[in-house]
DNA sequence: GTTACAAAGTAAACACTGTTCACTTTTTGA
DNA sequence: TCAAAAAGTGAACAGTGTTTACTTTGTAAC
């Protein structure tokens, strides 16, 4: 029975020989994207590490932008799960919402080559598939969270929900990516190194969420 | 004496040649930058397209990235002339900030690869020349904007103007980068094309700005 | 077990890229 | 006019992503 045409968890040996070979690129993708950056990472020198030729990656992505697009939207996607975990979480509200703003930044800043890269040159109109990517859905959140926000009487309930949360999302990005591209972002700025990120982004998501309230 | 040693305006004929070359070189990696990217500018078919040998390209700018570089600092330089006519302008102080941060998001906007060229990539921290480009003195001016809106009363006091500035900064940031990115980025709102992302500019600017307000 | 077929993997080539170097042409200043 | 400097170039080097024809390996059926 275990070994029927049909597999019970539809993994043969193969498939899962193929996975791990698949998945030893994606990694080692990842370490160089993180240590050199997405223009650092090159197909041949990818392949050298893992002990393949150039031409082996390619029975397995079809171009090298393929690649770097998934390991884009596994990191979009690890993103949500931790803005997610926040959204449903016992606090108060306006706790969560403080929460959703700063996770979505610290978790951006945790790759921060991957996340600038992801920002990096005007994506093209026409390419349709790039709409709905986790990049777009993180920002669905954030509607949800701003039409909460007016529900319950914290929020000026008089502009859309939707218009203001990409304003929102815009605040959080500019903080990931400025942080993300220059390392002497908070220099010269009162407290020490560790302390220094925390009180900052406290800072930022306190502004950002008071322009949101009621006067 | 006009032919004498010194020149009066220090441009020999031969300066003001090599100017023009260096000129048209320049001009020609703009163009191609607006229309492919940072990453579709190619030293080659930019030799071809002014009519020179890639070599002679490197008789102008040691390499790719300093011939780019010169291009990000002068279009800094054009953001920043143009947020600084607005402090300097004779209208109240609250419709100055108000515009000092949209003119910021829209002179980004006006060269959209530029723009996110200039933020792709976590910049080296040990290179001391990125600190002092015109890109951290976009910045000066929000400094100054948040003492000024503190001592006139409008601002909270109790706030560090340096950290709220850099605050403010990443609010613009955001909001040029995404929207130079993303161009479906304001799709699916109310209100017509060439008002969409006015509307949307304002609203930004309005939030950010209450953010800083005292309560 | 053998055989047929598909999948995995590769070497070599193609068409690019930025950059350098030895070399020629042109321009300049005395 | 003549040497020196500047401007410009062709060819090469080392690297890139990608494709193609080919070989090796593994699998499934007879």
Redesign the interface.
């Known amino acids: 029975m275990a070994s029927d045409h049909a597999q019970t968890d539809e993994t043969s040996p193969a498939e899962r020989r193929r996975q791990r070979v698949r998945d030893s690129i994606l990694h080692a993708a990842e370490r160089m994207i993180a240590k050199e ?3 650092g990472l090159s197909i041949r020198r990818l392949a050298e590490e893992i002990d393949y030729s150039p031409a082996a990656i390619y029975k397995y992505f079809g171009s090298k932008e393929e690649l770097v697009d998934e390991l884009k939207e596994a990191f979009f996607a690890r993103i949500l799960t931790h803005v997610d975990k926040v959204q449903y979480s016992e606090e108060p509200f306006e706790c969560r919402a403080h929460q959703c703003l700063r996770v979505y930044i610290e978790e951006a800043l945790e790759k ?2 991957q996340y ?2 992801a ?5 093209d ?1 026409t390419d349709s598939h790039e ?1 709905e990517s986790n990049k777009a859905r993180a920002f669905d959140y954030l509607i949800s969270m701003v039409s909460e926000g007016q529900a319950l009487g914290h929020f000026d309930p008089s ?2 929900a ?3 949360a ?10 990931a ?2 942080l ?7 220099d ?3 407290s020490d190194i560790p302390v220094k990120r925390d009180a ?1 982004l406290d ?2 998501a ?7 309230y009621k ?1």
Chains 1, 2 share one sequence.
Request: glycine share 12%; proline share 8%; aromatic share 8%.
């Open positions: 950056g997405e223009d921060p080559h600038l890269g920002f990096s040159g005007v994506v109109p709409i502009r859309d939707v218009t203001v990409k304003s929102v999302w815009a605040c959080c990005h500019g903080a990516s400025l993300a591209h220059l390392p002497h972002f908070l010269g700025m009162p900052f800072l930022h306190d502004i950002v969420l008071r322009g949101l006067r």
